[in-house]
């Protein structure tokens, strides 16, 4: 989802290979690769960085980088803001590092099993990810470590400041840099997964002025209801506007028509969508609203035409895409 990533190497455990290459092969993840991981952090880390230098897990050498960004996967929110931010700090000072007020103090124990000393919260941050180096910094950095740097150490910008001379610029993350640890924090990622996708709704209208000023007030209603974001579009094979919004993951429709068939542009939209792939990871939600004028078309064809989109409405359910129709009859007053 971020263009200006050029690869992205993904270092998984021996047993957890063929999991993760279908996982790829399904998604059609293009500039993803895998490697095998060690035994500790640091000899995974290690393993990534060497697709770039050497021949041990790849038939053929990768462009060398030259910023490398290194980040967990039990951080699986971490926003393009930050990431930029730490990768124009790594470019300026060699490396560069999330960070984060501690939530709690830190203490130290003595050998009874007494308190030995507290540290002063407001003097310490939490070291997150993502990190980001300058990658001849942080490639020479693991080159130079030693086996016990490898199997015991855990915090890559003391690597490059240890070896390397390279003192890291601190970046103050964000909230959302927490660690997916434990089974309840699946919950949350969850109920913090579904919150995001609720927050932005694209209403698609037409140029007719009845159609175009249902959408407004749509929109004017969302923005002051629900606090979602509302974007009125026509929709068009061609519309640069709707494809932005289809790569930007927008996981919300609403299509607003007054034509006799609106079945067809409900197919045009989920033809759009699937190429898009977006339905692949989250269910997406296309709601068709039919504005039918009681002089031109009879209240049987408007039901006829919800009959259409309800047996389509289950066709593309397979396909993780979730259609609902909804018919609005009105007559035009001739008064004035």
Known sequence: RISWISKIIVVVSPENIETMKSIIEKYGHERVMIVEGGITRHRSIFNGLKVFAENEFSNHLLQKPEVVIIHDAVRPFVEEDILSKVVLAAKEHGAAGAIRPLVSTVIASAADGCL???????????????????????????????????????????????YCNTNAKLVEGTADLWKV???????????????????????????????????????????????????????????????????????????????????????????????SNIPLLYPVVLISVHLGVSENISFSIGMEELTRIKKFAREVKKKNILVYGLLIQYKVSNSF
């Open 116 to 162: 030995d000393h507290s540290l002063e919260r407001a003097r310490y941050r939490a070291s997150e990810m993502p990190q980001a180096f300058l990658f001849d910094v942080i490639y020479e950095a693991y080159q130079q470590c030693t086996d016990y740097d490898l199997d015991y150490g855990t915090e890559c910008l003391h690597l490059a400041l240890k």
């Open 181 to 275: 640890t434990y089974k309840r924090d699946l919950y949350a990622a969850e109920s913090i997964i579904k919150d995001n996708l609720s927050q932005q709704v694209c209403v698609i209208t037409y140029v007719k002025e009845a159609v175009a000023q249902v959408g407004f007030l749509l929109h004017e209603y969302l923005k002051s209801q629900i606090k979602v974001e509302a974007v009125s579009v026509s929709l068009s094979k061609s519309d640069s506007h709707l494809q932005d919004l289809f790569s930007g993951q927008c996981y919300n429709f609403v299509c607003i028509n007054d034509k006799k068939y609106a079945i067809q542009e409900t197919q045009q939209l989920v033809d759009m969508l699937e190429k």
